[in-house]
Nanobody
């Protein structure tokens, strides 16, 4: 029912910035909690950041807090991930995710099972 398409990935130097976008196809975008996961080569897929349906609640994993910023524009059915001060260890495939907000509650989640829909991923490579 929901399709997620990421864009904005690429190759950047350490210390640089990228802005990822996730465009959602769906009639109830504002009802979904959203987020980003990433997977580096040889590593498990990990939570990066989540955002509640309203955008008022966000949750960042420690390694990106202060450097990354998530936002959403419900009118445009789009969620963004602004990544600043990028480090080589940020190199990964980044996945946009969406999940149903139970009971219409406004919350974010870092649990993989809370996200039903996944994008195809976009590669982010940070060079030294």
């Amino acid at each position: 029912q929901v399709q997620l398409v990421e864009s904005g990935g690429g190759l950047v130097q350490a210390g640089g910035s990228l802005r990822l976008s996730c465009a959602a196809s769906g009639r109830t975008f504002s009802s979904y909690l959203m987020g980003w996961f990433r997977q580096a080569p040889g590593k498990e897929r990990e939570f990066v950041v989540g955002i509640s349906r309203s955008g008022r609640i966000t949750d960042y994993t420690d390694s990106v807090r202060g450097r990354f910023s998530i936002s959403r524009d419900n009118a445009k059915n789009t969620v963004y991930l602004q990544m600043n001060s990028l480090k080589p260890e940020d190199t990964a495939v980044y996945y946009c995710v969406a999940g149903t907000s139970r009971l219409g509650l406004d919350y974010s989640s870092r649990q993989r099972n809370d996200y039903t829909y996944w994008g195809q991923g976009t590669q982010v490579t940070v060079s030294s």
